[in-house]
């Protein structure tokens, strides 16, 4: 039974009122103890010409008994609905219950299909902390429209085209050693990469050369499109290796070449549609009406670009996939790029340009510097995630030495802080890389979630007990009923979390959720010897159902759960 809707349909009654009008203003109490729902009154206060508190008192007083709803209260202008708490919790808790995973789930995305490009690193440089923050959040989102019952594509816009491809070629002629790059690949074409510049600051003509490179790589030329195939097959590697611990995975690396052929028809079509000038001497769609600066189309040289390559990929996105929503987790200093390319999309007439979505984040800070030097510099992403990694598995360590799976462990909770951490807060804001808070037991960071999960678990094989029956009339204490309320808040948050593209709200659902659980179980011995049979068996359904929410929520998150830590 859905309560939510049970009262609105009886507010309905005793106002008269449009139902979806109360729909709209009902809303949660931001304390338990002023009950379950609120409609506000000031809605009436108009019609009715009263103040709304009189219109509260006299609506309380019009509602008749009801098995689901303990009582309705008058509070300032506020009707406060107390839901029956055993009625709800049987609701809740048996609902979790029998769904198990799939409890939270809705369809409301049945038939739609939204695309979710995230990660997108450019292959031959390293994946940078951006693009970690990029997988995190499009990951988590993808999981997210997917609970909703969309169908969801997740691409991989790989950098791996354009005129830097020209230098490295030219670079790795120069100074290319097969052995060196075998080993560590990256990391050495980066150096290469990195050397030609400081080169052809001193050698222009190097430039030139690395442009007839790349020109050789646009027409196909077999030697240059090889190195090319073999430094993205070496990227993809590493690049698939840090997914893998990271438990992301993609339905299609079509990256930026896979557009190159692609582009001649876009042009083609802005030509046609009138929208190109000659700027310079390249070929621009002027933008001045949004105040943007215009959007470059083909270069002057007649190389096209990043954004040409764009558009091309949304036209084949649309094609290919006819979607609902095509999102882009790409940072924010990209906004500009973005607002062009879909603004060049919309002149050209294509409406489905309006959904087309770039989802941005901030920066990345580190302020204690602590994080592994072995490259130097640039902060490898393996590099943080091992050391993560290592980090969790010297607490577990100390913590409990006894513990047998440890190392599998570790992984778990040392990426799941990671991931937490960028999922902690509105994506926009900008994140403070910090172990301390990331790997704080008590704070707000995934080690807290998983090890409230783990607590549950441990809870529930020392009881070994088969659920069956219970009574849920004696489970309806405040700590209790709290932790069932915010059970049922779970679909809600994953709503609002889709509706915003901000995984956060799952977030912070699943730390009160474990908060919630914490309390509870401080407050309510399960395992005691003194606790009758049927209280236990009440409480172990609850914790049961709390793991499992706990569980489908961090799996939202991309974070995965331990059973003992
Ligand atoms: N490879 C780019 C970068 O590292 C991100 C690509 C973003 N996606 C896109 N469709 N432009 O900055």
Redesign the pocket.
């Known amino acids: 039974m859905d309560y939510r809707a049970y009262t609105i349909d009886k507010i309905t009654e005793i106002t008269g009122l449009d139902r979806a009008a109360i729909a709209a203003v009902v809303e949660i109490p931001p304390e338990q103890k002023l009950g379950d729902l609120a409609f506000p009154c000031f809605i009436l206060a108009k019609t009715l010409r009263k103040a709304p508190p009189v219109i509260a008192k006299e609506l309380a007083e019009k509602l008749s008994e009801d098995e689901n709803i303990e009582k309705a209260e008058a509070v300032g202008g506020y009707l406060n609905f107390f839901y029956n708490r055993s009625g709800f919790t049987k609701n809740v808790v048996t609902e979790v219950l029998e769904k198990g995973g799939d409890y939270g789930k809705s369809d409301m995305g049945n038939g739609k299909t939204v695309l979710v490009?995230y990660s997108?690193?450019?292959i031959a440089k390293p994946f940078h902390i951006?693009?970690l923050f990029s997988t995190a959040v499009g990951n988590s989102l993808e999981r997210i429209y997917k609970q909703l019952g969309y169908k969801t594509v997740k691409l991989n816009?790989?950098?791996d085209w354009g005129t830097q491809f020209g230098k490295l070629i030219c670079a790795y002629k120069m100074w290319g050693d097969d052995a060196v790059i075998e080993k560590d690949p990256i990391n050495e074409l980066l150096k290469i990469y990195v050397r030609f510049h400081e080169e052809a600051e001193k050698r222009p003509e190097l430039e030139d050369e690395a442009r007839e490179y790349f020109k050789l790589l646009e027409e196909g030329d077999a030697d240059a499109t090889a190195l090319w195939q073999h430094f993205r097959d070496l990227s993809l590697v590493e690049f698939k290796r840090v997914y893998d611990m990271l438990g992301v995975s993609f339905d299609s690396y079509a990256g930026e070449s896979f557009y190159s052929d692609k582009m001649p028809e876009v042009v083609e079509i802005l030509k046609e549609k009138n929208l190109l000038e000659e700027s310079n001497g390249a070929q621009v769609v002027d933008l001045s009406e949004l105040n943007v600066p215009p959007c470059i189309i083909l270069k002057s040289d007649g190389a096209t670009i990043?954004a040409t390559r764009?558009i091309a990929?949304a036209l084949y996105r649309h094609r290919t996939y006819d979607f609902h929503k095509n999102i882009?987790v790409?940072?924010t200093p990209?906004a500009l790029?973005f607002k062009q390319i879909f603004a060049v999309m919309k002149k050209a007439g294509w409406d489905w340009a309006d959904d087309c979505v770039h989802v941005g984040f901030g920066l990345v800070k580190f302020p204690d510097k602590k994080l592994s030097t072995r490259h130097g510099d640039v902060v490898f992403l393996e590099d943080v995630l091992n050391e993560s990694i290592q980090k969790t598995l010297d607490i577990i360590t100390e913590n409990s030495p006894e513990m047998e799976n440890k190392e599998e462990v570790a992984k778990k909770i040392g990426i799941g802080a990671i991931l937490y951490a960028f999922l902690k807060n509105s994506r926009e804001k900008d994140i403070v890389f910090s172990w301390d808070s990331m790997l704080d037991f008590e704070g707000e960071s995934a080690p807290y979630v998983q090890y409230s999960y783990a607590r549950g678990r441990s809870i529930l094989r020392r009881a070994d007990e088969a659920i069956g029956d219970v009574d849920f009339s004696l489970i309806t204490s405040d700590e209790e009923y709290a932790l069932v309320s915010q059970i049922n808040a779970f679909g809600d948050a994953v709503k609002d979390a889709a509706e915003k593209n901000e995984p956060f709200y799952v977030n912070r659902y699943v730390t009160n959720l474990a908060r919630q659980f914490n309390k509870f179980y401080n407050s309510c011995p399960i395992l005691k010897e003194d606790i009758e049979p049927d209280v236990r068996k009440a409480r172990l359904a609850l914790v049961s159902a709390s793991c499992e929410v706990i569980k489908s929520a961090l799996g939202l998150l991309g974070i995965e759960t331990v059973e003992s830590m």
């Open positions: 490009e997108s690193p450019n951006g693009h816009h790989l950098g990043y764009d990929a882009y790409v940072g990209q790029h």
